[in-house]
C-alpha cells in the first residue's frame, strides 16, 4: 500500500523557513517522479514542484522559484522542500504527492499546514 | 505558459443527472490531462489521466473526452457521494498547472 507522510509544517514569521519531508513507502521510491502541490485556506489546488526519480532535474512555479529548493534522498525514501523567505500568500496546506509520470499524480499524502503569519 | 480554465464554477444538480464540466487550455496540450476529485475535507484524488482514461477503482459513471485545447469531465449519472470540487490539470510540460475547480453540490 503506498503512503505518504508529511511532516515539518508549522507557524513561521514572514521572511522565515521551514523544510518539508515526505517518506514514503509501498512502492520503489526511487523509479518515480515526486511533487509538491498546496492550497490556500479555501482556494484550489497549486502546484509547487516537481522532482524526478533520480533527483537530476526539478521544476517550480514561478511562485516560488528562488526560493523554495525540493530535493530527494532514494536511500531513505524521503523528499524534502526547503522553503526559505517566505510570505503570508505562502500559507496554505503543503500535499506530497507520487507521480506515475512526470507532473500527475495518483497517490496523495494527507498534507501539512504551513502558516506564514507575524 | 499555458493557462487553464474551467465552467462552470460550481453547479447544482440532482441524483442520476448527467453532468458534465468543460476545460479549457489556452494552447495545445495534447492529451496530457488530468481530472481530479476533492471531496469536502479530503484529500484530492485522481479520476483520469491521458483525457480519457479512467484510474484504476473509479466508477465507470465518470468518464473524459477531448484533445489539444478543449476537453470535458463527464458524470452519467450524479451519486451523493460525488459531491465534490473537480479539478483538471495540463501535464504535458511544466509548469503543471491546475484550473480553477468545479464545485458540484446536489440540489
Known amino acids: 500500500e503506498v503512503q505518504l507522510l508529511e511532516s515539518g509544517g508549522g507557524w513561521v514569521q514572514p521572511a522565515g523557513s521551514l523544510r518539508l519531508s515526505c517518506a514514503a513507502s509501498?512502492?520503489?521510491?526511487?523509479?518515480?517522479?515526486m511533487s509538491w502541490v498546496r492550497q490556500a485556506p479555501g482556494k484550489g489546488l497549486e502546484w509547487v514542484s516537481t522532482?524526478?526519480?533520480?533527483?537530476?532535474?526539478?521544476y517550480y512555479a514561478d511562485s516560488v522559484k528562488g526560493r523554495f529548493t525540493i530535493s530527494r534522498d532514494n536511500s531513505k525514501n524521503t523528499q524534502h522542500l526547503q522553503m526559505n523567505s517566505l510570505r503570508a500568500e505562502d500559507t496554505a496546506v503543503y500535499y506530497c504527492?507520487?507521480?506515475?509520470?512526470?507532473?500527475?499524480?495518483?497517490?496523495w499524502g494527507q498534507g501539512i499546514l504551513v502558516t506564514v503569519s507575524s | 505558459d499555458t493557462q487553464m480554465t474551467q465552467s462552470p464554477s460550481s453547479l447544482f444538480a440532482s441524483v442520476g443527472d448527467r453532468v458534465t464540466i468543460t476545460c479549457r487550455a489556452t494552447q495545445d496540450i495534447n492529451n496530457f490531462l488530468a481530472w481530479y476529485q476533492q471531496k469536502p475535507g479530503k484529500v484530492p484524488k485522481l479520476l483520469i489521466y491521458a483525457a480519457s482514461m479512467l484510474q484504476s477503482g473509479v466508477p465507470s459513471r465518470f468518464s473524459g473526452s477531448g484533445s489539444g485545447t478543449d476537453f470535458t469531465l463527464t458524470i452519467s449519472s450524479l451519486q451523493p457521494e460525488d459531491v465534490a470540487t473537480y479539478y483538471c490539470q495540463k501535464y504535458n510540460i511544466a509548469p503543471f498547472t491546475f484550473a480553477p475547480g468545479t464545485k458540484v453540490d446536489l440540489k
Open positions: 504527492a507520487k507521480g506515475p509520470g512526470t507532473g500527475r499524480f495518483d497517490y
Open positions: 509501498g512502492f520503489i521510491f526511487g523509479s518515480y517522479a
Open positions: 522532482i524526478s526519480g533520480s533527483g537530476g532535474t526539478t
